[in-house]
């Protein structure tokens, strides 16, 4: 489904990804792991038309998507749950999830939509007229992937979904991956927690120092020595 091929990207004159290539089958949940600063957060930016690509390619279902505003992008299939949330913390949480809609096509699929996000998520519709800024961390993250879902996305990307949760709100957040899983969604997911992303998903790259070290079923990469001992503690 997502495809990129040797991708370089980063800010003005400094450099973050060195051609970056990686595949996102449909159906799928891939992972991207690595540790602070090793250029997660900058992948899923470029994926999502937030940063210019400065070399290689990157193509969703065949159709190129290098040059493209990010609000065309959304239009292309790919929903963004952004580090840290980044709700609109006065507006309630039915207003937020509304945002999320803004696309044409969504729009018109408003209703439904919103069913489905408090079908998953029933808390966020008990939450539904209370402003988002005082949610709990994890009703956050569940408001913050609803209105990524609102706009009926074809590919899901996480970008660092633990971040900032206390332990037992991060089991929370993954179960709640693995949910949407259930539903069929490609995701991709980018993150420091190694143990339990590669518990979700079904392949994952390493990403260090902005270039692909290591790539491979979420298994291999459970048992690959230097993942664990540099990586997992074990």
Known sequence: MLSLSAVSAGYGSFQVLFDVSLEVPRGEAVGVIGSNGAGKTTLMRVISGLIPLRAGTMTLEGLPLAGLPAHRIVEQGI?????????????????????GAFIPRARRRFAAQLDRVYALFPRLKER?????GT??????????IG???????????LDEPSAG?????????????????????????????????????DRAYLLEVGAIRLAGTADELKGNRFIRQSYMGL
């Open 79 to 99: 929903a963004h749950v952004p580090e840290h949330r980044r709700l609109f913390p006065r507006l309630t949480v039915e207003e937020n999830l509304r945002i």
């Open 128 to 132: 539904r007229q209370q402003p988002a």
């Open 135 to 144: 949610l709990s961390g994890g009703e956050q993250q569940m408001c913050a």
């Open 147 to 157: 209105r990524a879902l609102m706009s009926d996305p074809k590919l899901l990307l």
């Open 165 to 201: 949760l206390a332990p037992l709100v991060v089991r929370q957040v993954f179960e709640l991956i693995r949910r949407i899983r259930g539903e069929g969604l490609t995701v991709l997911i980018v993150e420091q927690n190694v143990q339990q992303v590669l518990d979700v998903v």
